[in-house]
């Protein structure tokens, strides 16, 4: 099994910034968790209250970026696959940024993993 744990949101003024990151780790071997996140691919979903999730951004193992319209320009997905990491830079933030975001990570023909979520709130 895949652990995904996010840390980084808070409380930011429109405008603002902040850094999401998520860990991966897991009950197999160090290993095994770093050959699953390697041929992962990575991404950020969000939900507001009262709304579905959607997806943020994606990033392939080979470093292909996929964006949300409402984030491009302002959000930057990055991955470090040497220590099982994945980042959302986000930038110019506005208060329909406000969401918890979830970190998720799924492998071809496996499961789709997701962590537990950050809360993100965007105040003006």
């Known amino acids: 099994q895949v652990q995904l744990v996010e840390s980084g949101g808070g409380l930011v003024q429109a405008g603002g910034s902040l850094r999401l990151s998520c860990a991966a780790s897991?009950?197999?071997?160090?290993?095994?968790?770093m050959g699953w996140y390697q041929q992962a691919v990575m991404g950020w979903y969000r939900q507001a209250p009262g709304?579905?999730?959607?997806?943020?951004?994606?990033?392939?193992?080979?470093?292909?970026?996929k964006y949300a319209e409402s984030v491009k320009g302002r959000f930057t997905i990055s991955r470090d696959n040497a220590n099982n990491m994945l980042y959302l830079q986000m930038n110019s933030l506005k208060p329909e940024d406000t969401a918890v975001y979830f970190c998720?990570?799924?492998?071809?023909?496996?499961?789709?993993?997701w962590g537990q979520g950050t809360q993100v709130t965007v105040f003006s």
């Open positions: 897991g009950s197999m071997s160090s290993f095994n968790v």
């Open positions: 709304e579905q999730r959607e997806l943020v951004a994606n990033i392939a193992p080979g470093g292909s970026r």
């Open positions: 998720t990570g799924n492998r071809v023909f496996d499961k789709t993993y």
